[in-house]
């Protein structure tokens, strides 16, 4: 019987002897899976010959074999491909589209920008996410000045994708259009637009995400809180600023990030141990606990301030710190001039000499 009849073709045969011909007709054989082994098959022998049969099967009625198509063109990485692939990101298959974005991604042809951000208005969440992949991966310069004008499209897809893709291009021409989409009306542009600025990394943008730190939505204001983290050294100052703030979630927000940054935030947080009030001597406390052994050296330090209520904070800390760290507390506390008898009290050994220090 004919190759389009009930007969299975020898593909490992074909694929020995690279019968691209014979391939090309089994592409029409009744049954799919006989079809789809034929263009997994054509795949599989790759090389510039396959393409043309490969652009061909975009247009084949069997929406597997289309999508198996695109499938192969993005691994064989050739231009040729480019615009069918472009046309197959309206197939009818949300399968084949996704394929083809994907692909497109691949290849990395400029020509495929402009078509790959109107993909991101497509109806399926999964072609809006390859689109976007897709972008970061064609490197056009004018990629970046196509997806700032993005950021002002009518579609928050547009507007999301936009915002996601120019936090992994890095570019620094978008900060300030990416500050203004931390005042989207859409949650979801506001939250990329955040993760963006952290990604960039500019001064610029330091300011607007301590403000988005009061965000209606929780998810964005964690967001904020990541990006200045992100930032690091430049954000502990306006960080240490807030930990004054009268919203509770704010200052637990920033106490957090100043914990993440770390060493870094050490000598700044120390200075504000000895000017801030009770509550905020108490966060900047908890915050020097977290970050730990960096600490320890400016805690000890601080064990010799003037400031009674300073001392105990940093006593404190030391304690909570850990064990690694009790020496070096208990030599310190006994080098204070002002030593008080607390024997019998039934407390710790660093108990009794912090006790001793801070009165």
Do not use: C
Not at 48 to 53: K, L, Q, S, V
């Amino acid at each position: 019987m004919g190759l389009l009849g009930f007969s299975k073709p020898d593909f490992g045969k074909m694929e020995d002897e690279r019968d691209i011909k014979g391939l090309i007709k089994v592409l029409e054989h009744e049954k799919a899976y006989i079809r789809r082994k034929a263009i997994e098959t054509l795949g599989n022998i790759g090389g510039r010959r396959t393409i043309e049969p490969l652009v061909h099967a975009l247009g084949n009625k069997d929406q597997g074999i289309r999508r198996r198509a695109a499938k192969f063109l993005g691994e064989a990485g050739d231009r040729r491909a480019v615009e069918p692939l472009i046309a197959a990101l309206k197939d009818e298959s949300e399968y084949v589209r996704e394929e083809a974005a994907r692909a497109l991604g691949k290849i990395g042809d400029r020509r495929a920008v402009e078509p790959l951000i109107a993909a991101l208005k497509d109806g399926s969440e999964y072609i809006r996410e390859e689109a976007g992949e897709a972008l970061l991966n064609v490197g056009d310069k004018r990629m970046v000045g196509v997806l700032i004008l993005a950021l002002k499209d009518k579609n928050e897809h547009v507007r999301k994708g936009a915002a996601q893709a120019l936090g992994e291009i890095g570019n620094k021409k978008a900060v300030e259009p990416l500050i203004m989409a931390l005042k989207d009306g859409d949650l979801e542009v506001r939250k990329k637009a955040a993760e963006a600025l952290g990604k960039i990394e500019d001064k610029r943008s330091v300011d607007p995400l301590i403000a988005a730190l009061r965000d209606a939505y929780p998810d964005i204001r964690e967001e904020a809180a990541e990006a200045l983290v992100n930032m690091g050294e430049p954000v502990v100052e306006p960080l240490i600023h807030t930990l004054k703030d009268e919203d509770w979630d704010i200052r637990w927000r920033s106490a957090v990030a100043l914990g993440k940054i770390g060493e870094p935030a050490v000598e700044p947080l120390i200075a504000a141990l000895k000017e801030g009030s009770e509550f905020v001597r108490d966060d900047i406390a908890g915050i020097l606990v977290k970050i730990g052994e960096p600490a320890v050296e400016p805690l000890i330090h601080t064990l010799k301030d003037r400031n009674e209520y300073v001392r105990e904070g940093a006593a404190e800390a030391l304690v909570k710190i850990g064990e690694s760290v009790v020496g070096h507390l208990i030599g310190a506390l006994k080098e204070s001039p002002r030593k008080t008898a607390a024997e019998g009290s039934g407390k710790s050994e660093v108990q009794i000499e912090k006790d001793r220090y801070i009165q």
